[in-house]
T-cell receptor, first 111, second 114 residues
Framework: KQEVTQIPAALSVPEGENLVLNCSFT??????LQWFRQDPGKGLTSLLL?????REQTSGRLNASLDKSSGRSTLYIAASQPGDSATYLC??????????FGQGTILTVHP | DTEVTQTPKHLVMGMTNKKSLKCEQH?????MYWYKQKAKKPPELMFV???????INESVPSRFSPECPNSSLLNLHLHALQPEDSALYLC?????????????FGNGTRLTVT
């Protein structure tokens, strides 16, 4: 059974700081790794998807990496802004679309 | 604005009621999903439809009955639910059911069972 763990559980940073969120997974045959953000009471917004054959993906101020050998992924957020405050979830994806989520990291960026 | 639309946003139902949750997408996606999210927990997969056929049922109790009338619509029929079924029910879609493309989620239906 796949397990996905995220640390830290919560993170509070001042605006402008660069930060890293961590995700570890037990599935050595991972198909893809996805990062989402969830605002309170809302659905999930897809941020980045890394296929198992890739090592990283970038979108704007976000960069996600994947290291299958160590079972880890990181999400790097550059120059954080208050609007980045949300819960960030990583998910181990299978070839048939099932996602197994971590518990999430609650990020607060204060002005 | 999300491209996956879920109705209703909120639903309160008694344990003897029958209700339905609805989900719609017009992105031409061929895979649709139901996830359940309890408070302060991550989402958990319930069902996957691929090309309008049920491909995955994650051992969900029969009081939850999914239906995919066409490639744009996904329903979840509810009957004889328990208070512990109270949760946020999330619908999602993706281009295919192969896991190669990201999932797009709706904002969910917050269900309370009394």
């Amino acid at each position: 059974k796949q397990e996905v763990t995220q640390i830290p559980a919560a993170l509070s940073v001042p605006e402008g700081e660069n930060l890293v969120l961590n995700c570890s997974f037990t599935d050595s045959a991972i198909y893809n790794l996805q990062w989402f953000r969830q605002d309170p009471g809302k659905g999930l917004t897809s941020l980045l998807l890394i296929q198992s054959s890739q090592r990283e993906q970038t979108s704007g101020r976000l960069n996600a990496s994947l290291d299958k050998s160590s079972g880890r992924s990181t999400l790097y957020i550059a120059a954080s802004q208050p609007g980045d405050s949300a819960t960030y979830l990583c998910a181990d994806g299978t070839s048939y679309g099932k996602l197994t989520f971590g518990q999430g990291t609650i990020l607060t960026v204060h002005p | 604005d999300t491209e996956v639309t879920q109705t209703p946003k909120h639903l309160v139902m008694g344990m003897t009621n029958k209700k339905s949750l609805k989900c719609e997408q017009h992105m031409g996606h061929r895979a649709m999903y139901w996830y359940k999210q309890k408070a302060k927990k991550p989402p958990e997969l319930m069902f996957v439809y691929s090309y309008e056929k049920l491909s995955i049922n994650e051992s969900v109790p029969s009081r939850f009955s999914p239906e995919c009338p066409n490639s744009s619509l996904l329903n979840l029929h509810l009957h004889a639910l328990q208070p512990e079924d109270s949760a946020l029910y999330l619908c999602a879609s993706s281009q295919s059911g192969t896991g190669a493309s990201p999932l797009h989620f709706g904002n969910g239906t917050r269900l309370t069972v009394t």
